[in-house]
């Protein structure tokens, strides 16, 4: 199958499953040949969204919605001032999470509802969806583990294991709802396989 060259990747997974290990090598693949490259973050990305990062991810914990509506907030503001911007000039954007996780943490893990995501999502990124999204799949007993070994910090990291089985279900269900540009590396490989099956994707995609 041949796959028109990405112009909007973005990375997933349930904390743990090592993709930020993995964005140097992406950002060094994307940026290569002079092309600009655009390497951003979620929550977070503009002035706006990395405040409400700060609260989102460091503040009190909050129920479902409201931080649903936090996040989402941030999202917008990140699309309108930086995404939509560099890709119109023709620039590369790799971003840390986007929406899928919204789903995936906010759905999946506290139970905010699959609809009114979905109609979060509509207000907040008008339609535009990543071309590729690259998801890092993991146990979540195993991801656990790691996150322990690691000392994690924020408020996410240190959710029970529910947490964390509920939202890798939602990244499932995610992935079999935006089959066409989900493509899942399995992250329970060492680090030296995960980088291989990476490898092969960008070159199967041009990149």
């Known amino acids: 199958m041949t796959h028109k060259t990405p112009q909007f990747i973005t990375i997933e997974g349930i904390d743990g499953a090592g993709k930020s290990t993995h964005l140097a090598r992406l950002a060094e693949r994307l940026g290569a040949g002079g092309r600009e490259l655009v390497q951003t973050r979620e929550p977070g990305g503009t002035?706006?969204?990395?405040?409400?990062?700060?609260?989102?991810?460091?503040?009190?914990?909050?129920?479902?919605?409201?931080?649903?509506?936090?996040?989402?907030?941030?999202?917008?503001?990140?699309?309108?001032?930086?995404?939509?911007?560099?890709?119109?000039?023709?620039?590369?954007?790799?971003?840390?999470?986007?929406?899928?996780?919204?789903?995936?943490y906010q759905g999946g893990g506290s139970g905010v509802p699959w609809t009114v995501l979905q109609q979060l999502e509509a207000w907040a990124c008008e339609s535009l969806q990543p071309d590729l999204t690259i998801w890092f799949d993991l146990e979540p007993e195993e991801a656990a583990r790691r996150r322990a070994?690691?000392?994690?910090?924020?408020?996410?990291?240190?959710?029970?294991?529910?947490?964390?089985?509920?939202?890798?279900?939602?990244?499932?269900?995610?992935?079999?709802?935006?089959?066409?540009?989900f493509v899942r590396i399995d992250a329970g490989q060492s680090l030296g396989a995960v980088a291989e099956q990476l490898d092969a994707l960008l070159r199967e995609r041009g990149l």
């Open 149 to 181: 070994a690691a000392r994690a910090a924020d408020r996410f990291e240190a959710e029970d294991l529910g947490f964390f089985v509920r939202a890798r279900a939602a990244f499932e269900r995610r992935a079999g709802e935006h089959a066409a540009r």
């Open 47 to 104: 002035e706006l969204a990395e405040r409400l990062r700060e609260l989102v991810l460091g503040g009190a914990a909050q129920d479902g919605l409201t931080e649903a509506l936090m996040v989402f907030a941030g999202r917008r503001d990140h699309v309108r001032r930086l995404i939509r911007p560099a890709l119109a000039r023709g620039a590369a954007v790799l971003c840390d999470r986007f929406t899928d996780s919204a789903f995936a």
